[in-house]
Nanobody, 118 residues
Framework: QVQLVESGGGMVQPGGSLRLSCAASGSILSIYRMAWYRQAPGKQRDLVAAVTSGGSTHYADSVKGRFTISTNNAKNTTYLQMNSLKPEDTAVYYC????????????WGQGTQVTVSS
């Protein structure tokens, strides 16, 4: 039972920056992985960045060197710092959590729109 709420989306010019936030609530102690996915119209939902409870990170090749995922455990919040944004970054960005009890379970936020345009 995990609830995720994204915020921070909006419109930005190419080359600009934006920071997304994901606030988690509920049964969060067993979460071992937080991630950001994105989905453009007519496209599949793809992994952008992920971080485990041990601190390991993973990034899609398309965002390496530009995006950074981080967490603030005291605030139960996960962030995605996006720099040097490109038009192809335009998508709905979704927060994702994996919780392990008897079996692994995934949770999704509602998504936040990011538009990169001049």
């Amino acid at each position: 039972q995990v609830q995720l709420v994204e915020s921070g989306g909006g419109m930005v010019q190419p080359g600009g920056s934006l920071r997304l936030s994901c606030a988690a609530s509920g049964s969060i102690l067993s979460i071992y992985r937080m991630a950001w996915y994105r989905q453009a119209p007519g496209k599949q939902r793809d992994l952008v960045a992920a971080v485990t409870s041990g601190g390991s990170t993973h990034y899609a090749d398309s965002v390496k060197g530009r995006f950074t995922i981080s967490t603030n455990n005291a605030k139960n919040t996960t962030y995605l710092q996006m720099n040097s944004l490109k038009p192809e970054d335009t998508a709905v960005y979704y927060c994702n959590a994996v919780r392990v009890t008897t079996t692994p379970t995934q949770y999704w936020g509602q998504g936040t729109q990011v538009t990169v345009s001049s």
